[in-house]
């Protein structure tokens, strides 16, 4: 897109869609833009030397334009407005009757709008206004929050919100707090004066990445080096991330992360699978149902999830749910064999899941099961039989040998019954099977294959009237011989 020189606009200037704003030192832009997949159009930050950078703020996240027809621009009462198409405005902020003002983007990553004749007189920043990105000088109360994006297409306002302040349970002691739907979701350690004290974990890096400078009710943050790229950001998935630009690679260089979203208890709720290598940038939800089941919310996979069929109790069966950690309130069994724990859960009809190993022995889970996410481990879930797509297939596994093999025994039989009437009084003396012996069966004409018969004294002589000398060994069917 084109970009104009110029860091401002002016009480009756615009830029549309297509033109930019550039902060002085050219560290910034301001302009339209539209995320990942999204046709949208949202006017927003971010920084200028980045190539296909992501937003580190956005005016209208909530109130998109459908099209290119955006305009930014100041109404006829002083409002600083984006204004579409068809006519209809969205106000990005708002100081009625002042025309002594202009909007402009710093090197910081503040948009402001201030004095034309006093430019430190700021009226109103971006910065008190965040979205998702905390940004060095930027500071960040209970009051001045951000706020995750809805998906990696949607900047729309999520789920997750983060800010600093008193502890939830100790009132005296600051903290940063992730909140997920007003709930508490994530706390750090408090703030006692130590520019890492609220997390001590980058104490242990090679370099310190950021210092925070923080009272009883606000923070803010210094990167280290100081004229390094770095931003902190709140996630689609609720995590915060330390992340610093590698100007040699020109990627964003992730330095932490917490909370990883499946730590965080039963994320997932009841019976719901949490899948930590789910890629934040995509839209792919992080929670699933494990088969047999389905989310309680179709809106909301964070909800859990409820069997599609009621357990039967008899007739039950287990499906392998590979690649996984043990939930919550296990339940440990004495018993050695795999068989004896699968057994032990089958016959308790409040038994859920198993899981057996030679190392861990047998655990039990009854009722809903919490706190389920991918790891190393196989546990053995109990659903409804319909609700187990293999167990037709394993039904024609277990059925079908034993059958087919009931069928080639009478056939054997009757052809052995057959030979031995037509071949009654005679004797086979010598130990070793002569070719002349042998006779054949059936051959096939596609293949040439030979499918012998032998008479039963003829296995006799040659195994020496199945000599133990002659045994190899012995199999699920019966002993082996040499002949």
Not at 63 to 78: M, N, T, Y
Not at 83 to 94: E, L, Q
Not at 262 to 281: A, H, I, K, Q
């Amino acid at each position: 897109s084109a970009t104009t020189p110029r860091d401002t606009i002016a009480f009756n200037e615009s830029i549309s869609d297509g033109q930019n704003l550039v902060s002085s030192n050219k560290k910034f832009v301001l302009g339209f833009f539209s995320p990942g997949a999204s046709s949208h159009r949202y006017i927003g930050v971010w920084y200028n030397s980045v190539p296909r950078g992501t937003a580190v703020w956005i005016a209208n996240r909530n109130d998109p334009v459908q099209d290119k027809s955006g305009v930014l621009k100041f109404d006829e009462v002083g409002n600083l407005i984006v204004k579409n198409g068809t006519g209809s405005s969205f106000i990005v902020a708002s100081e009625m009757g002042v025309r002594d003002r202009e909007a402009a983007i710093l090197d910081t990553g503040n948009f402001v709008l201030r004095s034309m004749t006093d430019r430190s007189k700021i009226i109103w920043e971006s910065f008190a206004s965040p979205t998702d990105t905390w940004l060095p000088g930027m500071n960040i109360t209970l009051g001045n929050l951000l706020k995750s994006w809805k998906s990696y297409d949607d900047p729309a306002t999520g789920d997750y919100t983060f800010g600093f302040g008193p502890s939830i349970a100790n009132a005296s002691a600051s903290q940063f707090i992730i909140m997920w739907n007003r709930i508490s979701f994530w706390t750090s350690e408090s703030w006692n004066g130590d520019t890492n004290s609220l997390i001590p974990v980058l104490k242990s890096m090679g370099i310190i990445p950021v210092s925070f400078q923080c009272d009883n009710l606000t923070c803010m943050y210094t990167p280290n080096p100081a004229d390094i790229m770095t931003k902190i950001v709140l996630d689609q998935s609720g995590s915060l991330n330390i992340t610093q630009f590698n100007s040699e690679a020109k990627l964003w260089t992730l330095l932490w992360r917490h909370p990883d979203s499946c730590d965080v208890s039963n994320l997932c709720g009841v019976n719901g699978v949490c899948n930590s290598s789910v890629s934040v940038s995509t839209s792919e939800s992080i929670c699933k149902c494990p088969e047999g089941f389905a989310p309680q919310e179709q809106s909301n996979s964070r909800k859990g999830c409820t069997r599609k069929t009621p357990l039967q109790c008899n007739g039950d069966r287990f499906i392998d749910m590979l690649n996984m950690t043990f939930p919550d309130n296990r339940q440990k069994l004495s018993v050695v064999e795999k068989s004896e724990c699968e057994f032990a859960c089958m016959e308790n009809c409040s038994c859920t899941a198993y899981a057996h190993s030679l190392s861990d022995g047998c655990s039990l889970w009854h009722g809903n099961l919490t706190h389920l996410q991918n790891g190393v481990e196989t546990l053995h879930l109990r659903v409804a039989a319909s609700e187990s797509h293999g167990h037709k297939m394993l039904w024609i596994a277990y059925v079908l040998p034993p059958v087919a093999f009931l069928v080639f025994c009478l056939i054997s039989f009757i052809w052995i019954r057959r030979w031995k009437n037509k071949g009654k009084g005679k004797q086979h003396d010598h130990p070793l099977v002569m070719a002349s012996d042998v006779m054949k069966l059936w051959e096939s004409e596609d293949t040439g294959s030979h499918f012998m018969m032998l008479s039963f004294s003829q296995i006799e002589n040659a195994t020496d009237n199945f000599s133990t000398k002659n045994k190899l060994g012995e199999g699920g069917f019966g002993p082996v011989y040499k002949v």
